[in-house]
């Protein structure tokens, strides 16, 4: 059992690129969602998707898109990366949006230039 | 406008002892808490929640304690292990959604043997 697996673990992209971060859960769990976390801060949700078919905005989810491409997965777009979008991204499933803890993959630490 | 404050950003004890963490929040709707514990270069683990029906849950070494009135929330370790040191998050839920989560800052906690 893999858990959530997030894919890169790291990039670095130049300002206005753009980039897809891949996440896919094998626990069948209904909920996905994507953090940010920073410097001196907690994570901050971007997105998320209470079940397949169906997102919604978070926290901070300007500069981003996000698809359900199945239960299993649950991409986070950026399309033209800024400075401000240097973080490290934490995908997480769970198996209902209440009172149920979420399962976390490891991240991907991305760096704008 | 920091709903969830961990407002020591490190703690240090030695192994066997005690380790407290502390968490405030001041959004009176939050009833659902949670503790996360993050090893560098991972993601996040879900450790122990609470509910706001209760003020003290227990899990082996882990225990947490609510006080509604006070709003305040403490993560005990006893006894506390180096294999314990690492960031921890205290996270606060509205109706216990996952969407509706705010973290803390963190604690780093540094186990010595």
């Known amino acids: 059992n893999a858990g959530v697996t997030q894919t890169p673990k790291f990039q670095v992209l130049k300002t206005g690129q753009s980039m897809t971060l891949q996440c896919a859960q094998d626990?069948?769990?209904?909920?996905m969602y994507w953090y940010r976390q920073d410097p001196g801060m907690g994570l901050r949700l971007i997105y998320y998707?209470?079940?397949?078919?169906?997102?919604d905005k978070g926290e901070v989810p300007n500069g981003y898109n996000v698809s359900r491409l199945n239960k299993r997965e649950f991409s986070l777009r950026l399309e033209s990366a800024a400075p401000s979008q240097t973080s490290v991204y934490f995908c997480a499933s769970s198996l209902l949006t209440v009172n149920t803890e979420a399962f976390f993959g490891q991240g991907t630490r991305l760096t704008v230039v | 406008d920091q709903q969830v404050k961990q407002n020591s950003p490190s703690l240090s004890v030695q192994e066997g002892r005690i380790s407290i963490l502390n968490c405030d929040y001041t959004n009176s709707m939050f009833d659902y808490f949670l503790w996360y514990k993050k090893y560098p270069a991972e993601g996040p683990t879900f450790l122990i929640s609470?509910?706001?029906?209760?003020d003290k849950n227990e899990d082996g070494r882990f225990t947490v304690f609510l006080n509604k009135s006070a709003k305040h929330l403490s993560l005990h370790i006893v006894p506390s292990q180096p294999g314990d040191s690492a960031v921890y998050f205290c996270a606060a839920s509205d109706g216990g959604s996952n969407y509706k989560l705010t973290f803390g800052k963190g604690t780093l906690l540094t186990v010595n043997p």
């Open positions: 609470i509910s706001s029906i209760k």
């Open positions: 998707s209470a079940s397949e078919g169906t997102t």
């Open positions: 626990m069948n769990h209904n909920s």
